[in-house]
């Protein structure tokens, strides 16, 4: 069961960024990736990971979106209340996977997130040189990463064995970069891990009904199996685990209704991925604003105070 739930989320993440950062072969707007000399404010914000760490939404109606409404630009204003001070370098690359995080060097511009500064090395090398030549001046890193590594599972043709193969790699490429990345940033330094909403239970929509034992389904994946290993990883090295999926009510019983146009009728939990994301309208698993500024708000209220 495990395996065939898990299996079940490949298969509708398989709209996540490639390394061109779009998940419907549609380039990003130009230009939001650039080499922008890293700014400093007291403190240094280093966010690394795929496109959610990029703030990538797609093209809608031909409105060109601005990846600067993603949760890493968001959250400096609201950690404030806490005594962070904080100056956004965002590493995150459209595309990442865990493997390709430590071993793919550099980000095409395009899949850069705005402001980036150009690296030419890994994500993970970049990050861990960043940290080690600003010691103590990063108060916050945050982690958004995993999504893609089973999306190639959902065309695989031993689909099974290449989605418990994903999962286990997950796991261990986490437990091989975390504790560098704490090494690296010091002991006071605020790790943040982060999973995702969970657009499948949009498919509770499609025609037929289909989809709604595909929904129930996906809210045990996370549930039970990809989150709790995603918390033991981030946990392990004195990091906070944010538990998005639980937060944007996956786990309300579906059983629970609500009223959405243009949809009518239908669970909570199905409202919420609609309004938060943009699976239902374009079927993209990608974050609307509102979804962006929810993971940001999630965050800063894990965050200890610094006053």
Request: charged share 15%.
């Amino acid at each position: 069961m495990a395996v065939v739930v898990v299996l079940l989320v490949a298969a509708a993440l398989a709209g996540c960024s490639s390394d061109d950062g779009a998940s419907d072969g549609t380039p990003p707007p130009k230009g939001q990736g650039s080499d922008t000399p890293v700014a400093e404010a007291d403190g240094t914000y280093l966010s690394i990971g795929d496109s959610y760490a990029q703030g990538y939404q797609p093209t809608v109606g031909g409105k060109v979106p601005d990846y600067r409404q993603g949760f890493a630009y968001l959250l400096p204003a609201g950690a404030k209340a806490k005594g962070y001070d904080l100056s956004v370098v965002n590493l995150g690359c459209g595309g990442a996977t865990v493997g390709s995080l430590a071993d793919r060097d550099g980000c095409d511009a395009d899949a850069r997130a705005p402001g980036s500064p150009r690296y030419d090395t890994s994500q993970l090398a970049a990050a861990l040189t960043f940290l080690e030549d600003h010691p103590g001046k990063v108060q916050l890193l945050t982690v958004s990463i995993g999504g893609n590594d089973v999306t190639a599972c959902a065309q695989a043709s031993d689909a099974i064995g290449c989605v418990t193969k994903a999962v286990t790699h997950i796991d261990a490429g986490l437990k091989a970069m975390l504790p560098k990345l704490r090494k690296a940033a010091g002991p006071k330094t605020v790790i943040v891990g982060l999973t995702y909403p969970d657009v499948i239970l949009g498919g509770y929509l499609a025609e037929g009904g289909g989809g709604r034992s595909i929904a129930e389904l996906s809210v045990t994946a996370f549930q039970q199996f990809i989150n709790p290993m995603l918390k033991r990883n981030y946990e392990g090295v004195d990091g906070i685990f944010v538990d998005v999926t639980a937060a944007t009510g996956a786990y309300t019983p579906l059983t629970e209704t609500t009223s959405l146009a243009p949809y009518g009728t239908i669970p909570k939990a199905v409202a919420q991925v609609c309004d938060l994301t943009w699976f239902c309208q374009v079927q993209d698993i990608h974050p609307k604003p509102a979804g962006y500024r929810k993971i940001a708000d999630l965050i800063v209220a894990a965050l200890p105070n610094r006053s």
